[in-house]
């Protein structure tokens, strides 16, 4: 981390302020932007999350405010191949309108599908998804947080009744006696969580962490467990083989507050440590010690994230770490329990209120007919009239342009030619739609491919709320307009949806702001309008948002949903004395291990897995375009162990190939020690031939619709 005001130029401007949090990762660190003559600052501010800290990324965010590749008018492709060039709005939105109407006549109203992003406000996700089922009436939607949260969230909801990354404040993570991370690297992906965990080890506490490499967060760690790739499971049922030998189980908490445990005790008895270390690599005694770390003390936290969750047992792998916690007794408990570390800035919000193809908002099933009925009221439409429910992200992405799949897609927020497994196919679908809309503000890869672009304003132009990893509600605050000749995406969405419902463009927009709402859908583009909507669609959902308004939030320092009650308290800690079941009773599950969807063989017999790097963030359309940034991280690489660099002949910088059966990458090797012999790494963020998804496995978890994107067979080469 770094001190100090970052300063990034800019034209002229009137000074002003506003307090608001960073626009990338879920920690959503409090910052203050400010602007004076020709500058904009961005300046830390303390916050319960970050409490003063940001990243590199959050000290260089303004730099993309008035970036020369901004866009700042819609483009126009006028035939396959032809160049994008520059167009009005009507002419691009009228563009747009026409090919949704052709599509849907000739195809279906299905054959027009939505993809969104785990980045958006919860007033823009609610919007898209309402946009969705009512303009659109399609059932196709979903968007990139699928990559994200899927496997945890399915997990959750299935043992606890409901999917809140952290159900409990972060600053728990300082009080436990024991931290357990599985999958995570926050010294990368989110520095500033470090000062919790700092904090934590001060203490006394210990910290261990489960990964297949030696990240910067497990050299800090006071034990670092370094399993083969895809073999968490197992690590997690020979921790409960273990605490069940040794009579560690809280037996007065099963009894009284799950169902479930005796099938998992006996499959977990099958689970020997011993039995364990030869499968997964991690030896006996660090089984042990790390049963014991976690049970013989009065606090302990067993987190997750992607490296134990993008797999195609994802959603299992998620199960056996919480039927640990759950015969632990940890979940309810003050500094204990267990968590996910959630990566996209909203993707806890952008889940909750519709971007997913099954759910609607307030965290309702769009198959619930009590649900259906509650959101069509406030919709003012008729419950029939709702789609049912689609498919998830990589399935809809994978029938684009196919006889049986959509023949349109509308993109906002996400950048799928660089993010999306098994990549190269997925940009070939994309390239076979008969119309691609892109609503972004950076070219991205994605947009180059688009028939129309729409440039749309950034997160310091636009006021609304994100939802952080703790399920607080927070207030992001614009510092200006945007620039002419670009609307805010809820804008986009209303007067697209007037021209839908026989709008013609006479039902202009003139402007962004103000609570003006489209004469036909009533769809409105001032986004507190949209959130008091969002609040009333909420109501009585699991992720219940009636009682939290704009003001409590800025009262508060933000609001933990569920808050069904404007006068009553919100809830920051879960599971105190129930669970949201039908019975209050969490459920255990009995998993077991299974092998990569795809092993490793004679012609692949290196595991291939992938991450992030500290300067840079998902698919890097903005990061990469930050000098700073750039500066630190200028480009991928392949890490491999230097014992089986020698075996290839590599040396450090040599170009590499990692060839897996779906494509291959190039980059510079980088040798390291940190990684496991067997196994080689790279970082996602960059496209074109180092693009890491060319290679990743597009196998999906048969719950949560997760691809595998951190195991697969591969073979390296010098090139």
């Known amino acids: 981390m770094t001190d100090g005001a970052h300063v990034a130029t800019r034209p002229a401007a009137r000074p002003r302020e506003a307090a608001t949090h960073c626009p990338y990762c879920a920690l959503q660190c409090g910052m203050v932007l400010r602007e004076t003559d020709r500058r904009t600052e961005v300046v830390p501010r303390q916050f319960p999350t970050n409490r003063g800290g940001l990243c590199q990324k959050g000290w260089t965010a303004a730099e993309l405010l008035d970036h020369p590749d901004r866009l700042t008018t819609p483009l126009l492709r006028d035939r396959p191949g032809a160049e994008l060039r520059p167009a009005s709005w009507d002419d691009a939105l009228d563009r747009v309108a026409a090919g949704i109407r052709a599509t849907q006549h000739r195809y279906g109203r299905d054959a027009v599908a939505v993809f969104g992003g ?10 898209l998804g309402k946009f969705a089922r ?10 990139n947080g699928r990559w994200c949260m899927s496997s945890a969230a399915a997990a959750g909801l299935r043992a606890f009744g409901v999917d809140r990354g952290l159900p409990f404040p972060v600053a728990d993570l300082g009080r436990a006696d024991t931290l357990l991370l599985v999958g995570a690297n926050p010294a990368e992906t989110m520095p500033p969580l470090m000062r919790h965990l700092a904090d934590q080890q001060r203490r006394g506490g210990r910290l261990i962490v489960v ?9 800090q760690a006071d034990r670092h467990l370094q399993p083969l790739p895809g073999t968490d499971l197992a690590v997690a049922n020979a921790l409960l083989h273990v605490a069940l030998t040794e009579g560690w189980i809280d037996r007065g908490y099963v009894a009284d507050r799950t169902t479930g445990f005796d099938e998992v005790r006996r499959t977990v008895t099958g689970y020997w440590p011993a039995e364990v270390e030869r499968l997964s690599g991690v030896p006996v005694a660090d089984l042990e010690a790390t049963a014991r770390a976690l049970a013989t003390v009065d606090r302990a936290i067993i987190l997750t994230a992607r490296g134990a969750e993008q797999h195609a047992k994802g959603v299992d792998t998620v199960t056996a770490f919480i039927n640990l916690a759950l015969a632990l007794g940890l979940p309810g408990r003050p500094g204990s329990g267990y968590g996910c570390l959630t990566g996209q800035g909203n993707g806890q919000g952008g889940r909750e209120h519709g971007q997913k193809a099954d759910q609607l908002p307030g965290y309702r099933r769009i198959d619930d007919p009590a649900a259906r009925e509650h959101v069509a009221r406030v919709w003012g439409v008729a419950a029939e009239d709702l789609p049912g429910p689609g498919v998830p992200a990589y399935a809809l992405l994978d029938s684009l342009g196919t006889a049986t799949g959509p023949r349109a897609l509308l993109v906002f927020g996400s950048n799928p030619v660089v993010s999306a497994p098994r990549a190269a196919r997925i940009e070939s679908r994309l390239r076979d739609l008969d119309l691609l809309v892109v609503a972004d503000f950076l070219r991205s890869e994605t947009a180059e491919l688009a028939d129309v672009v729409l440039p749309v304003a950034q997160w310091a132009e636009e006021d609304g709320t994100m939802t952080n990893l703790e ?18 995406d809820l804008a986009v969405l209303a007067a697209l949806a007037a021209r839908l419902r026989g709008g013609a463009p006479s039902c202009r927009i003139p402007h962004n702001r103000g609570p003006f709402l489209t004469p036909v859908e009533g769809f409105a583009i001032d986004p507190r309008a949209v959130f008091a909507e969002l609040r009333r669609a909420s109501a009585g959902g699991p992720a219940d948002y009636a009682g939290v308004s704009w003001e409590r939030i800025e009262r508060d320092e933000g609001v933990f949903w569920p808050c069904p009650d404007p006068d ?34 004679a012609d692949y017999p290196l595991h291939f897995t992938t991450g992030r790097v500290l300067a840079q963030y998902q698919s890097g359309a903005q990061t990469r375009r930050v000098a700073a940034l750039r500066r630190a991280a200028p480009g991928g690489f392949v890490e491999l162990h230097p014992d089986l660099a020698d ?3 590599v040396a450090e910088g040599d170009e590499v190939r990692v060839v897996s059966r779906r494509g291959e990458l190039r980059a510079p090797a980088r040798l390291s020690p940190a990684i496991r012999p067997d196994t080689v790494f790279a970082p996602f963020h960059w496209p074109g031939a180092a693009r890491a998804n060319s290679v990743t496995n597009d196998a999906v978890d048969p719950v949560s619709g997760m691809p595998e994107f951190k195991i697969c067979a591969v073979r390296v080469e010098r090139a």
């Open 647 to 649: 075996r290839l002949g």
């Open 568 to 601: 009553g308290p919100d809830t920051p800690r879960l599971f105190a004395e129930s669970f949201p079941t039908p019975d209050g009773r969490a459920r255990f599950r009995a998993v077991t291990h299974r092998p990569a969807a795809e092993p490793v063989c």
């Open 211 to 219: 990964d297949p490499r030696l990240t910067a967060t497990a050299r």
């Open 471 to 488: 399920g607080r509600v927070l207030r992001r605050r614009a510092l200006r307009e945007p620039p002419p000749g670009v609307r805010t």
């Open 134 to 143: 009512v303009a659109l009436r399609t059932r196709h939607i979903d968007y």
């Open 118 to 127: 785990g980045g958006l406000t919860n007033e823009k996700a609610y919007a």
